[in-house]
T-cell receptor, first 112, second 113 residues
């Protein structure tokens, strides 16, 4: 049951530019999380934003959440070639077991 | 640092074989998950466990079983491997309670010939 849907599916930018990825979801959430996956590796947690938060920052990452529109965005500022990866949003509907529902991801390519 | 170790990065098996994928954590987290990841389909949950000897089916449990005899180890079993189970398998762990992230292993790329 796919809940998060990322947009765009693929994004190609030059080093130094900003990258914006969007995520839409369908049902109520407790929080929304963003993950990064380098090619052939596991997912790495980047940032978690709770349903009562609207914006969160972590280094060059900025995440926004609009629960009325059921959408989130991830902004990577001043991108680097090392940011090349796939980025996934995941929604947490709550519950102690912590099941997440992942989107299909945005593949970001940052050209040097 | 959280450490989630999957026993193999790459594995090649034959149709009909019984296949074991192992996941070991060093964080004493109760919750453990098995996903498979396929191009165009994203991550899909196969099984999860929230305690020793406890297991719950995810979205696509058919053809798989799991075992959790010790807290730190969660095994995924393909009872009789088939070619449509060729995939990337990812193990994750999570501390119980609200607003927690999942931590992933590096994955096992399994090919069934």
């Amino acid at each position: 049951s796919q809940q998060g849907e990322e947009d765009p599916q693929a994004l190609s930018i030059q080093e130094g530019e900003n990258a914006t990825m969007n995520c839409s979801y369908k049902t109520s959430i407790n929080n929304l999380q963003w993950y990064r996956q380098n090619s052939g590796r596991g997912l790495v947690h980047l940032i978690l934003i709770r349903s009562n938060e609207r914006e969160k920052h972590s280094g060059r990452l900025r995440v926004t959440l609009d629960t009325s529109k059921k959408s989130s965005s991830l902004l990577i500022t001043a991108s680097r070639a090392a940011d090349t990866a796939s980025y996934f949003c995941a929604t947490d509907a709550g519950g102690s077991q912590g099941n997440l529902i992942f989107g299909k991801g945005t593949k970001l390519s940052v050209k040097p | 640092d959280v450490k989630v170790t999957q026993s193999s990065r790459y594995l090649v098996k034959r149709t009909g074989e019984k296949v074991f994928l192992e996941c070991v954590q060093d964080m004493d987290h109760e919750n453990m998950f098995w996903y498979r990841q396929d191009p165009g389909l994203g991550l899909r949950l196969i099984y999860f466990s929230y305690d020793v000897k406890m297991k719950e089916k995810g979205d696509i449990p058919e053809g798989y079983s799991v075992s959790r005899e010790k807290k730190e180890r969660f095994s995924l079993i393909l009872e009789s491997a088939s070619t449509n189970q060729t995939s990337m398998y990812l193990c994750a762990i999570r501390r119980p309670g609200g607003n927690q992230p999942q931590h992933f292993g590096d994955g096992t790329r399994l090919s069934i010939l």
